[in-house]
């Protein structure tokens, strides 16, 4: 008899599977710059904030990753009435995710590259590059990654099982 993956039985209120911590987490690290441009507003130093935000760099790379606070927010309105734009975004996840990393891996690459001596920053930097990797392995070799991205609740007007 086959081992059922009890993964599968985590639901939420919408007969969908939930969203699991592990996927949160690599959406967070996907966006790590925004995350430390929210830090650095949130600790009041506005200075930093500007510097950080205004850099062309900073800028491009913020640019880059908005599309998996896009993600982020499309796993957070996961409910029937959510409009297609969400639908669209979440059945695209794990392309989202993988170019991001990929993006995330170009600009580290060229950031090494131009590094004349590499310390902690920037042994830090390359392991935050193997973490990019590990997370677009990870996302394209489960398959319960890939259900919890195909699943979306049905659109409250239409009715039926969930898509």
């Known amino acids: 008899m ?3 993956d009890e993964r599968y039985l ?3 209120r919408f ?3 939930s969203i699991p911590g592990p996927l949160w987490l690599a959406m967070a690290f996907l966006g790590r710059h925004w995350l430390l441009l929210i830090i650095t507003l949130a600790s009041r130093r506005s200075p930093d904030a500007i510097q950080l935000a205004s850099s062309s760099l900073s800028a491009a790379v913020l640019l880059l990753e908005a599309p998996v606070l896009a993600l982020a927010y499309a796993g957070f309105s996961r409910h029937p009435s959510a409009g297609a734009i969400l639908r669209f975004i979440w059945r695209n996840g794990r392309v989202i995710l993988a170019t991001t990393a990929v993006i995330n891996l170009g600009v580290l690459g060229w950031f090494l590259w131009h590094a004349d001596v590499w310390r902690r920053p920037e042994l830090f930097l390359a392991s935050c590059g193997l973490l990019d990797i590990a997370i677009v392995y990870g ?3 489960s398959a319960y990654i890939k ?3 195909m699943e979306f609740p ?3 007007e239409s009715g039926g099982t969930p898509s």
């Open 15 to 17: 007969g969908v599977l």
């Open 2 to 4: 086959a081992e059922m």
């Open 147 to 149: 259900q919890v991205f």
């Open 10 to 12: 985590n639901v939420n």
């Open 139 to 141: 996302i394209y070799k």
């Open 154 to 156: 049905v659109a409250a």
